[in-house]
C-alpha cells in the first residue's frame, strides 16, 4: 500500500507538509480544496455553487468531491497518493477505500497533525499563496525570503484565500469536530492511524512524518 491520508483542522500544515513530500517523494498530492478552488474560479455551475459554501466554511456535498478524486484517481500515482483535506466525512472515506480496492490500492497510513484551536486562528489569519505554483507561505513563521515574490518559481501573483477569515474559520472548525474528526476513530480501527504533534516547527513536524512513512511505506525500489 502507497498512498497516505493526511488528517487536521484547517490551518493543521496539511498542504505545507503534503506539498514537501510531493517534492521528496515524488507522491502525488490530490487537495479537494485546491480543486474546488480550480472550479470556483473557471467560472462553472459547479463553481458557483461551491464558492458561497467554501466562504461560509461548511462543507461541500459529498457528492461533488467524490466525484472529483475519483476523476484523479484514474490518472494513477506510481509514488502513492497523499490525500490532503480528503476524506472529510465518514461516506467520503467509506467510498476511498472502495476506490483505492478497486485500483488495487490503500491507505497505508492516516496521518492526524495534531494541533490545539488556539494555534490557528493564526496560522488561517497569516497565511498567503503563490497563485501560479501553490507554494504556502505565512506573514510570520514561513515569509518570503523576497517581500512580494514567490521562493519557489518567482511569482508575484501572491494570495489569501477568501475563507481565510476568523468568521469562516469558526464555522470550519464546527464541521471539522462534528463531521471529519469521528475519521481519527475510522483509522484507529482500521489500525492505520498515527499521529503526529502538528505545533511543532515546520521542518520537525516533516521529519515526524517521515518516520512514520519509511514505516508504513514499501521502500522506493
Ligand atoms: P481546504 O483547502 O482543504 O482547507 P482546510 O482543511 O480548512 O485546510 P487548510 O488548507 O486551511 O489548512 P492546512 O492544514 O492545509 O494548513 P497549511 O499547510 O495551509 O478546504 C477549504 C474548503 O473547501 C472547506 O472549508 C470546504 O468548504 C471545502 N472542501 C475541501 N475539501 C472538502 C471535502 N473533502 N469535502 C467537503 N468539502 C471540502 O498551513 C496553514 C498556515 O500555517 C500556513 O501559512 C503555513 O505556512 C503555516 N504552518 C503550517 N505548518 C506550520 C507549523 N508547523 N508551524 C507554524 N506554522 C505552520
Do not use: N, W
Request: aromatic content about 4%; overall charge negative; proline content about 4%.
Amino acid at each position: 500500500m502507497t498512498d497516505i491520508v493526511l488528517l487536521g483542522p484547517p490551518g493543521a500544515g496539511k498542504g505545507t507538509q503534503a506539498k514537501r513530500l510531493v517534492e521528496t517523494r515524488g507522491m502525488v498530492q490530490l487537495s479537494t480544496g485546491d480543486m474546488l478552488r480550480e472550479a470556483r474560479s473557471s467560472g462553472t455551475e459547479m463553481g458557483r455553487i461551491v464558492a458561497a459554501v467554501m466562504d461560509r466554511g461548511d462543507l461541500v456535498t459529498d457528492e461533488i468531491v467524490i466525484g472529483l478524486i475519483e476523476e484523479r484517481l484514474r490518472h494513477g500515482a506510481a509514488g502513492g497518493f497523499i490525500f490532503d483535506g480528503f476524506p472529510r466525512t465518514l461516506a467520503q472515506a467509506d467510498a476511498l477505500e472502495a476506490l483505492l480496492s478497486r485500483m488495487g490500492r490503500g491507505i497505508a497510513a492516516a496521518i492526524e497533525i495534531r494541533v490545539d484551536d488556539a494555534a490557528l486562528i493564526q496560522r488561517i489569519t497569516g497565511r498567503f499563496t503563490c497563485g501560479a505554483c501553490g507554494a504556502v507561505y505565512h506573514d510570520v513563521t514561513r515569509p518570503t525570503a523576497r517581500p512580494g515574490v514567490c521562493d519557489v518559481c518567482g511569482s508575484t501573483d501572491l494570495r489569501r484565500r477568501a475563507d481565510d477569515t476568523e468568521e469562516a474559520l469558526r464555522q470550519r472548525l464546527l464541521e471539522y469536530y462534528k463531521k471529519t474528526a469521528p475519521l481519527i476513530g475510522y483509522y484507529h480501527a482500521l489500525g492505520r492511524l498515527r499521529v503526529v504533534d502538528g505545533l511543532a516547527e515546520i521542518d520537525r513536524v516533516a521529519e515526524a512524518i517521515d518516520a512514520v512513512l519509511d514505516a508504513a511505506l514499501p521502500a522506493p525500489a
